[in-house]
């Protein structure tokens, strides 16, 4: 495969991992994040570091971005600094940052107004996924766009799926992310229930996780809830940021998820709490 010049914007949990995968497999990256020191250790690997998101992508090929909230998707691509102001016909973009269906949308379009193609392509997988190179990668946009940067997005992801056109990979997103939120309650309830029980917790996944209730979470988050770790692979407050996406989206719709509500309240809670940067598995404190 052809090494290509690669932007990368945002160099958190899962994005610095992603980067490591890309310089080891001999790719140029240049990174930008508002915090410089966070990329220190990718420089010394040999990534260069640039001032803005522009600079990044000036003479790129291509510019992945993973960023915290919409507001932020927006600022990176549209701003004064953004992406968008360096950008030249031929390059692709790629946000992997989970945010609005409809904001991809708008970053497609005003893309194809400038000759740039774009991909709204949100991962699963959280840290150890990412660390790994075997993150779940849903993609929308045009299959065309899709096929070039799918031996790029081998590096680090395992399951990568074209969903549709623009907003597709999003909306799927929106889908694991239902499938987290409840399944999360599912988790810390069984984990409080066997302690009361007076169950042995580590013998008792041994059982569960292979079986019919098996799941990444479980099989993942519930050995760092029983030994008490609560370091994130996703930061709550980037899953109620995700929760509020899909309620919104589901509104628009018309269609009631009282599932996502219910984790969506209690996740609040624990921000609330201080918990906002803690990984998802600290739900298991609202139930002690």
């Known amino acids: 495969m052809t090494k290509k010049r690669i932007a990368f914007i945002g160099t958190g949990v ?9 310089i080891k497999n001999g790719h ?15 420089v ?3 990534a260069s570091w640039a001032s803005s998101p522009a600079a990044a992508f ?18 990176v691509y549209f701003g004064q600094n953004g992406l968008f102001q360096t950008a030249e016909q031929g390059n692709i973009v790629v946000d992997m940052t989970t945010s609005e269906p409809s904001l991809a949308k708008r970053i497609y379009e005003h893309a194809l107004s400038m000759g740039v193609e774009a991909l709204d392509a949100p991962v699963s997988g959280g840290d150890i996924g990412a660390q790994n190179g075997t993150l779940s990668i849903m993609i929308g946009g045009d299959q ?24 597709a990979g999003q ?28 169950l042995d917790l580590p013998t008792v996944l041994q059982s569960i996780a ?28 980037h899953f109620v940021k995700d929760m509020k996406i899909a309620l919104d989206e589901s509104k628009k719709m018309g269609i009631s998820l009282p599932g996502l509500s219910l984790a969506y309240d209690m ?7 201080g918990y906002g940067d803690n990984g998802t598995q600290v739900l298991l404190k609202y139930y002690k």
């Open 14 to 22: 899962m994005g610095a991992s992603i980067i490591k995968h890309l």
């Open 28 to 42: 140029e990256v240049s990174v930008f994040t508002r915090t410089k020191e966070k990329a220190e250790p990718l």
């Open 44 to 46: 010394a690997l040999g």
């Open 58 to 75: 000036k003479n790129r090929d291509i510019a992945f971005t993973m960023v915290g909230y919409p507001s932020d998707v927006e600022e």
């Open 144 to 167: 065309a766009t899709y096929d070039k940067v799918l031996p790029i997005m081998k590096h680090f992801g395992g399951n990568i799926v074209y969903q549709g056109e623009a907003g």
């Open 171 to 198: 909306h799927a997103k929106m889908c694991n992310q239902i499938v987290i939120a409840s399944g999360m309650i599912g988790v810390c309830e069984s984990l409080a229930y066997g302690l009361k029980a007076g």
């Open 210 to 237: 292979s079986g019919a209730a098996g799941s990444w979470s479980l099989s993942n988050l519930a050995p760092r809830m029983i030994q008490g770790d609560f370091a994130p692979g996703f930061y709550v407050k």
């Open 267 to 273: 996740y609040e809670k624990l921000i609330e709490e």
